[in-house]
């Protein structure tokens, strides 16, 4: 794994002006990027500080970032990151120390300038989130020993629950790219082939805690991405929820994988925090037997120690004023595949990687009671059907449920440096929202 920079932990030690509430997601070492639009205004790029949203488009027309990123104001006023994930790793890391410079207490050089304070700061909760990056290519892995185990237990209970390639590559498979919508979207119950002669809703409709990461632009001509060189590509992560129909999948996977049980619907977090701030939360990964192959074989701490919550809510709970419930809590520490071993797998054929494509973890599951990250497991296929605080019961996802995600890393001495929220609520089914 590349080395940190020691300026990178200066980040975790510096205060910011403006203000940041204690246990705040966006502390100045965080930085998230994404993007917002005021009322009446068009959407461009902001960076996340304690409860505000910063306008780096106000700040690039004061000239305040031209010497960190070439052609700031065009590219900060776009409505979306692609063309600042198109500049790679050293306009980030430039970028990154600026605003940084700009943000830490005393600099003076957005408050000595009459009104820009005014014009650069707003409120989150004054501001519409939009999906932060347009997607080129999406790819879902299948990454955690413990999901991928209890699934196999689950559905091929009298045959070994790992397949022999498991513990050898990064199982995935390519979803949709045009269907990954931002938190929030009202997600539509797909219709689909049940089994033999039947078509209609699904019935098992699934949530899936996951973490994908963001690329900027892969070498010309598909050159192989080195394990070591790997995350020099990779921008920042985001919270996932891949959504599922559990019971579509299971009637079509076979030979091919996952299809439309998987692609009507991938939801991501507003904020995409950069890798560069989750750098004191690296962490040992879990050990790999066999060891990997040589274009896999990574050394030093490959984790990011970085806790994962779902909450549910049903329709009932909240006219009744209870509070959501939690599904599970799980880590992205338990990840037996890292980003970087993915990214050097997903290239290691000649495949491109071009900016704006995500990566999702595949569900993170751990290996405690209640660190299940889908209903699948913590239901078994709905043989166990969970008991929520209003009396209901759910094996999977029914209409009028809204489930949230959230993520954070945490260590004493050190600044929370959260990702914020990925929500979705299931309205009625999809077909019947066509006629």
Avoid at 189 to 200: A, I, N, S, T
Avoid at 428 to 433: H, N, R, T
Wanted: with cysteine; aromatic share 8%.
């Amino acid at each position: 794994m590349p080395k940190v920079p020691p300026e990178h932990y200066l980040f975790h030690t510096a205060h910011a002006w403006p203000p940041v509430p204690p246990g705040s997601d966006f502390p100045l070492a965080n930085l998230p990027y994404g993007i917002f639009a005021r009322a009446g205004q068009q959407p461009r790029v902001g960076v996340a500080i304690g409860a505000q949203v910063l306008d780096l488009a106000a700040l690039a027309a004061e000239g305040l970032l031209e010497g960190a990123v070439e052609g700031s104001t065009a590219l900060l006023s776009a409505g979306c990151l692609n063309p600042l994930l198109e500049r790679g790793a050293p306009a980030w890391a430039a970028l990154r120390a600026r605003l940084t410079t700009l943000l830490t207490e005393p600099n003076r050089e957005i408050r000595d300038r009459p009104g820009l304070v005014q014009r650069s700061l707003v409120p989150q909760a004054a501001v519409t989130l939009h999906c932060p990056f347009a997607v080129a290519d999406y790819v879902d892995f299948y990454s955690s020993r413990e999901h991928a185990t209890t699934v196999g237990r689950i559905l091929r209970p009298d045959a070994e629950p790992l397949q022999p390639n498991w513990r050898h590559l990064p199982v995935g498979y390519h979803g949709r790219a045009g269907t990954v919508v931002p938190s929030g979207t009202v997600i539509r119950r797909p219709h689909g082939q049940l089994g033999p002669g039947e078509f209609g809703p699904t019935r098992k409709l699934d949530l899936e805690v996951e973490v994908g990461f963001v690329t900027g632009p892969g070498p010309r001509g598909g050159t192989p991405i080195a394990v070591d060189q790997a995350e020099e590509h990779i921008f920042g992560l985001v919270l996932v929820n891949d959504w599922s129909a559990r019971d579509i999948q299971a009637w079509e996977y076979r030979p091919l994988g996952p299809f439309l049980g998987k692609s009507f619907a991938t939801s991501i977090s507003p904020w995409v925090v950069p890798l560069q701030a989750l750098a004191p939360y690296r962490c040992p990964g879990p050990a790999q037997d066999p060891p990997p192959l040589d274009y896999l074989a990574v050394t030093g701490d490959r984790a990011i120690d970085l806790e994962l919550e779902a909450t549910l809510s049903t329709a009932r709970m909240r006219v009744s004023g209870l509070a959501p419930v939690s599904l599970c809590r799980t880590n992205l520490r338990h990840l037996y595949w890292s980003a970087a071993q993915q990214l050097a797998h997903v290239t290691s054929n000649g495949a491109r990687v071009r900016a704006g494509d995500l990566y999702a973890s595949g569900t993170v599951s751990g290996p405690s009671p209640g660190s299940a990250g889908s209903l699948l497991e913590a239901t078994w296929n709905g043989e166990r059907p969970l008991r929520l605080p209003s009396g209901e019961r759910r094996a999977f996802l029914e209409d009028g449920d809204r489930v949230a995600i959230t993520g954070w890393c945490s260590r004493p001495g050190a600044p929370r440096i959260g990702f914020g929220t990925v929500e979705g609520t299931i309205h009625g089914d999809a077909c019947k929202s066509r006629s």
